[in-house]
């Protein structure tokens, strides 16, 4: 389903031409769009997320800092398991493309081996939805959340569970092929949960252990690559990948971002150049490049979660010396860092997508620029012959953010939660101007 490249050539002669014209024109066929997951939207899931929100130990942590246990219960959400055709309006409205969206497990497959057909139907529906419009559906499998039988007997730490993933996904694919051309198995599982959740212990099930972290991060390895076998033997053009999360690695001087293994790296002296090697490896190289031997045949193209940069333990942050933007999570906003991440990724010689990049902005005040500067680099990287073929902002409606509540909102669109409706934000339209143009100033 992949548009065919131009050559390169002429596309390197349109391009020079447009940037003279000061107009930074994307390829033809570029895919637009935003994208979303299932927990964080739908509203009314009942998995694992669900069940540990309002569990006493996750209340009582709440209310010892000081916050309304409420307002970090998912609940009702933003209701989208019941408004998806009037989201999906405004994402045909918006000119989008492309939309990534997940299948909540949990709704699938309520018991062990027991599939909800109700459900499936559903979500034909949603496709259907999204088709109707002339939005491409781009479908994740696995979005942190799981069925509590799955959770309650270890999740992915049990050896039974990629095959329990298997049977899954080989249902939702087999009732979606002839509706969805590209999957992901896995959406940031090996890096931000497998440390936010077996390493950290903040997330479900609250693991402070190092061998657990590493046994999960094995486990999503090894489902991932039967999922792949198991959709190709489905039907063998549907397009499979993942969705990582990436991020250079800096220390105190913005000039000098840890680009791969040993570049640019003047600014790392002694125990700080083997910190950040260690931590380049761990946090971005050890999918890519440890068991890459071992995925590389496994993924039909790249994907990339691309929001911020991070820095060593220690590392004082530049935003007063360089004007940097932090937003209101306090991740500091480093456009820059896309590009170096794309051409850390361009010498595999796979198809990229870009399926996350936001910004939790409650007043809109910035995210209109924060697209625009992300997009300059995505460009300059494919005029670097970085094969990028698609845009996916992070997010089309303001969603439920995991661990801190409703109180961020990194939406195109507004959602009131008492009312549900929805209202589009400035930045929007500034992102629906740039697709209609396919290109940007």
Known sequence: MFPRKAPKGAFRFLCYYFCMQKFLKFP?????????????????????????EQSPRRIADLKQEGKNPKDFISGRGADQYHLYEKDFDIAKKLGHTMHRLSIEWSRIEPEEGKFDERELEHYRMVID????????????????????????????????APQ????????????????????????????????????????????????KF?????????????????????????????????????????????????????????????????????FNRFYNEYLWSRTLPYQDFLGL?????RRLPGSHSAVPETGHLLDQLGWEVYPQGIYERLMALKRFGKPIFITENGLYDSEDHYRGQYIKDHLRWIWQAIQDDTDVRGYLHWSLIDNFEWHHGFQMRFGLVEVDY????????????????????????
């Open 129 to 160: 939805a999204l088709r109707e419009r002339g939005i491409e559906p781009m479908v994740t499998l696995y979005h942190w959340t799981e069925p509590l039988w799955f959770s309650k007997r270890g999740g992915f730490l049990h050896p039974d």
């Open 305 to 309: 979660n691309y929001y911020t940069l």
């Open 418 to 441: 008492e009312t549900l409706e929805r209202r589009i934000r400035p930045s929007a339209h500034e992102y629906a101007k740039i697709i209609q143009d396919n290109g940007l100033e």
């Open 28 to 52: 033809d066929g570029f895919w637009w769009g935003a994208a979303t997951s299932s927990h964080q939207v739908e509203g009314n899931t009942h998995n694992n997320w669900s069940e540990w």
């Open 164 to 211: 329990a993933y298997k049977r899954f996904i080989s249902r939702v694919v087999d009732n979606l092929k002839d509706r969805v051309g590209v999957w992901i198995t896995f959406n940031e599982a090996t890096t931000v949960l497998a440390g936010m959740a077996y390493k950290r212990g903040i997330w479900p099930p609250q693991y402070r252990s190092l061998w």
């Open 214 to 282: 590493l046994q999960f991060r094995r486990a999503i390895v090894k489902a991932h690559i039967l999922a792949y076998r198991e959709i190709k033997k489905i039907y063998s053009s549907l397009d499979v990948s993942r969705a990582p999360y990436a991020a250079p690695i800096m220390s105190h001087n913005i000039k000098a971002p840890f680009v791969g293994a040993v570049e640019n790296n003047t600014c790392f002296k002694g125990g700080r150049l083997i910190r950040a090697l260690g931590i380049e490896w761990a």
